[in-house]
């Protein structure tokens, strides 16, 4: 069963359109990396996912529910941006310039969604937030401020305080492209362990090696369209678009 | 860009072992100058002011006056008041301003415009008069009282000065609102935070850092402001210097003592300023 379906989703800036129609449906556990040349339409393609840019036309469905709209009577009703907030909450995501709350510290930024929408008592979320820390590595880091962080801390952070959710899907916006060669390591095992956890991604990633390694499926965006889509090893290495072997010729 | 001098080409003699050499200290002539003619200047005015024709044995008298203290209270009550519906309607029209109604920007803009554009006096001249416009106040019928037993001498200082520095506010709240970096209520509203949540717990706390320095320095304006409501028989600090005064007509020494109280609340307020910025400060590198 698919846990995210998206049909034919456009979206237009101004006069240009950046999504032309894409489809795309991903499996409850499935790993799903998102490969394309910049400005392909992959961040704005994860951000209709979770409701942060409205679609023009088409549709996604995630867990059964329509992005952005609520069923009622056999039609759908625009969100207000409050209820968007509430379908959001199953959703994570994680940035590719981290975005923690600098004025607070690593355990608080975990603790800050359950406490504060999902009204957890403060000490049980504290409490959960040291845990996911210590998963992502970082239990001696839970009083540090995020500047006190490296770039591959700040991220794992990141990573909890998603996870700290419970989300049923998570949207990763190319997490390991602002860090140092040496950190993009660090990240990558604990998104490699959350895959084999069972969790449903879609990771927009330039790391081919990730891709192999995790991904059931490899979809290859360019121009606001699905160019090709398909099983790693038949993607990366025996790519049926010439788009594709273009990108990958630059990329490997 | 490249050197002609290739290494090796120093010639070796130049250079001594360090201990070899003697060291003479720069001598800065200029500031030991500079430093005696402002302590001359200092000196000659100290002088001069003890040398005054002023009493100065009575300004602690006036400094704890009974008429003083009331003075005293009025102004910082009248400052705090003012500048706590100031803050608070300042907040409400910068996010007018960044509302998606346009109705609600351009009232915004205009309210600005008004309420900054007229002097503070004018501004409390104007309220203390309203009797002379508006015989009566009534609120859709449901209450209703006469305007001169509603708008009080504190009133209309009031409103004077806290629409004026209400305007002023919502600058401040809007440049502080825009400093915070967008990225931070993408990564609020992507942990389900609704738009008043993300405001109170990850804009705010973030832009007081960039509100709370001017915010201070127009409290401070706002402490000294509260003089002009003198001008409608509001009993504040110089009115109370004034009332002391006009019956010993120690004229110097009772403005004195309003200067000192003046000096000191400004002093108190500036401290809690410092205190206010360490505590917004948090989670930022230095
Ligand atoms: N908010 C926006 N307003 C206007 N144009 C935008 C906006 N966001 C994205 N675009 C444009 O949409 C196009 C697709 O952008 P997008 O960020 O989705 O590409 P991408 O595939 O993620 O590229 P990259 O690999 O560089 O991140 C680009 O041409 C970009 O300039
Ligand atoms: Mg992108």
Redesign the interface.
Known sequence: MSLVRAVGVRKSFGHTEVLRGVDLSVDAGQVVCLLGPSGAGKSTFLRCV?H?ETIDAGRIWVDGQAVGFTTRGGKLFELR??EA??Q??G???V?Q?F???????AVENVA??PV??LRTPRRVALEEARALLDRVGLADKAGS???QLSGGQQQRV?IA??L??RPKLMLFDEPTSALDPELVGEVLDVMVDLARDGMTMIVVTHEVGFARQVADSVVFMVDGAVVEAGPPDQVLDNPRQQRTQQFLAKVL | MGSDIAPGDVEQKDIAPADELVVVPLRHWGRWVVGAVILAVLGALGWALADAKIDYAAVPGFFTHDIMLRGLVNTVVLALVAQAGAIVLGMVIALLRRSANPVARWFAAGYVWLFRGLPVLLQILLWFNLALVFENISVFGLFEEKTNVLVTAFVAALLGLGLNESAYMAEIVRAGLNSV?H??V??????????A?TLR??VL??AMRVIIPPTGNNFINMLKGTSMASVIGFLELIHAANNIASRNLQIMETLLAAAAWYMVVVSVASVGQHFLERY?G????R
């Open positions: 979770n942060l941006e409050r907030a509430r959001r909450r959703i994570g995501m940035f310039r975005n923690l709350f600098p004025h607070r510290t800050e969604g504060h929408v401020y995020p500047h990141a305080r998603a700290a959710m | 970096d990225g931070q993408e990564a609020a509203k992507a942990i389900g935070m609704t738009p949540t717990r990850v706390p973030q917004y948090k989670g930022v590198a």
